[in-house]
Nanobody, 123 residues
Framework: QAQLVESGGGLVQPGGSLRLSCATS????????IGWFRQVPGKQREGVSCLSIADNNVWHSKSVRGRFTITRDNAKKMVYLQMEALKPEDTAVYYCATGPVPPCVEANLWHYWGQGTEVTVTS
């Protein structure tokens, strides 16, 4: 049973930066993908950045491309989302997820989720 625990959310001004962390445990397999999703009230959970464990292939949504970076530290079993040049529209609850799925496919196809960490971008 995989377990994912996010941290690092908070309040930040527009243009600022945050790094989200996801501590992972309980799963293995090179066919897994790690992803970061976000959700705002009333909207579907959307894929933001995803990384394929097998080949380190990375995918970012158009809205964050060039601003967000997903990385992983295998030794620490951590996955990070570095967020730069944050905008008010980045405000959301951010979730870490994993599963044997292609990068950033629909949220309902993923197997395991963390509890989420809230990011608020406001002046």
């Amino acid at each position: 049973q995989a377990q994912l625990v996010e941290s690092g959310g908070g309040l930040v001004q527009p243009g600022g930066s945050l790094r989200l962390s996801c501590a992972t445990s309980g799963f293995s397999g090179n066919y897994y993908t790690i992803g970061w999703f976000r959700q705002v009230p009333g909207k579907q959970r959307e894929g933001v950045s995803c990384l394929s464990i097998a080949d380190n292939n990375v995918w970012h949504s158009k809205s964050v491309r060039g601003r967000f970076t997903i990385t992983r530290d295998n030794a620490k079993k951590m996955v990070y989302l570095q967020m730069e040049a944050l905008k008010p529209e980045d405000t959301a609850v951010y979730y870490c997820a994993t599963g044997p799925v292609p990068p950033c496919v629909e949220a309902n196809l993923w197997h395991y989720w963390g509890q989420g960490t809230e990011v608020t971008v406001t002046s």
